[in-house]
């Protein structure tokens, strides 16, 4: 019995082993975060012009960005719901959360220069 019980431990700690480092990673192999691209332009003096990006062939959802001092500027009205600060924490919801795939999904601000970057994201693959 003894030898019985040592072996279910250590198929569970080796189950553990495997399933928490999986469990835990950010990025998805299906869509790496290199397949997400931000790009930013200046449009005039205070203005920036937002372009994400998704090159990955599935969808990309709870797209979280980093947002350091976004609390500073000011995003145009038509485009509040394709970004918003999460409380003050520096990070946004992008599109509002939403599936994007191809196509960029743009959006403009005015105020200074934010350094924008991935942070977490999922994926939804057909």
């Known amino acids: ?13 080796v189950l553990i082993a495997l399933v928490i480092p999986k469990g ?17 332009i200046q449009t005039s003096t205070t203005e ?3 372009s994400v990006t998704n090159t990955c062939s599935c969808s990309v959802y709870h797209v979280k960005l980093l947002c350091p001092k976004f609390e500073s500027v000011v995003v145009s009205k038509n485009d ?21 795939v191809g196509d960029a999904v743009t959006f403009t601000y005015s105020g200074e220069r934010v350094d924008f970057a991935l942070d977490t994201y999922d994926v939804a693959c057909s």
Do not use: A, H, Y
């Open 1 to 13: 019995m003894g030898r019985s019980i040592t072996t279910t431990f250590i198929c569970f700690f």
């Open 24 to 40: 835990l990673s950010q990025e998805d192999n299906r869509c790496p975060s290199k397949s997400i691209e931000i790009v930013q």
């Open 48 to 50: 920036w012009k937002v």
């Open 80 to 100: 509040q719901s394709v970004i918003s600060e999460i409380g003050k924490s520096g990070e946004c919801l992008f599109n509002n959360g939403n599936g994007f």
